[in-house]
Each structure stands twice: as structure tokens, then as C-alpha cells.
């Protein structure tokens, strides 16, 4: 895989996505995982070690930023943590 494709294969590509299910995407830059609520239209953000989340408001620029950078990870790696 090349930097290119790699870079291609990051973030959610459409705000449809959004609007369809649950995303849960993963931020190992920021040591932060975000889980998108589709059916309350809100958003939910967990740190790295800690068991609690938070709910975060979609201008939130840490979330945008995930959105566009992040990588899509399982419902079960969400709950599960890092």
C-alpha cells in the first residue's frame, strides 16, 4: 500500500455515512476515540484509558479533525478501549 492509498483509506469520505449508522473511529494521535450516535444525532468521545465517555458538540474541532483523519474501528474495539 502506498502513502497515497493509505491516506485514502482515512476518515469518513461522506457525510451520508453520518446519516445511515453508529461510526466509531479511532484518533491515535490524539489518543482519543469518537463514537457518532446516528439515531440522537450527537457525538461521544472517549480517551485513551479512561472508561467513560463524554458527549462532545459536532463543531468540535478535535471531532472534525477525527472525522477527516481518523480510522474506522469496530463497535467492540470502541467499548473495549485502548
Known amino acids: 500500500m ?8 482515512m476518515g469518513i469520505k461522506s457525510s451520508a455515512q ?4 453508529d461510526i466509531y473511529i479511532d484518533y491515535d494521535l490524539e489518543e482519543v ?4 450516535d446516528f439515531s ?9 484509558n479512561e472508561q467513560e465517555e463524554s458527549l462532545v458538540p459536532i463543531n468540535n474541532k478535535l471531532y472534525n479533525e477525527v472525522l477527516l ?9 470502541y467499548e473495549q478501549g485502548k
Open 2 to 9: 502506498t502513502i497515497l492509498e493509505a491516506n485514502f483509506n
Open 18 to 21: 453520518l446519516a445511515t449508522r
Open 33 to 36: 476515540m469518537f463514537r457518532w
Open 40 to 48: 440522537k444525532k450527537q457525538a461521544y468521545r472517549k480517551f485513551y
Open 69 to 77: 483523519f481518523g480510522d474506522e474501528i469496530s463497535k467492540e474495539q
